[in-house]
């Protein structure tokens, strides 16, 4: 568990090196217990909201790390400037990577939405895995009727 712990602060390391949003001097660290009180809020949030699709909840750190919580399938996407790696910290879900977006909608510059991954390989997370998405690649995160998945996610920008 330490070495994962050492390789999540090397992630957020290279995140904030890679964000414009910090400046050189400003350093953020987060520890695992941080972040499942800030996901146990949120967890919170979605089950006092009125809003039905308010989960799954993604709280923007800063300009490169994003807490999610789900406890429910999120939407497919794409991203054709930015990798994704996922730090899973509680619960279980599948990802699925590759094959074609069903009905694709651009959302933002190179930000690609769609309600699923067709034809793409299935790799099932648990606590302290770890997923590098590369820029390009299409993904979905599944979760299990009546579970959960907390997830630490980094941008890392193509550049």
Known sequence: MMKLYAVLAACVGLSLLCSTAVSET???AYSR???LELAK???EEAKNSS???ASPI?????ASTILAYRNKDGKAELHE???DVFFVLEGAATLVTGGTIANPATTAPGEIRGSAVQQGSRRDLKEGDIAHIPAGVSHQV???RGGSFTYFVVKVPLK
């Open 58 to 62: 993604e709280k923007h750190l800063d």
């Open 51 to 53: 809003n039905p699709e």
């Open 26 to 28: 400003s350093a953020v």
């Open 142 to 144: 599944l979760v299990p």
């Open 81 to 83: 400037q930015a990798a």
């Open 33 to 35: 217990q941080e972040l």
């Open 41 to 43: 809020q949120m967890r």
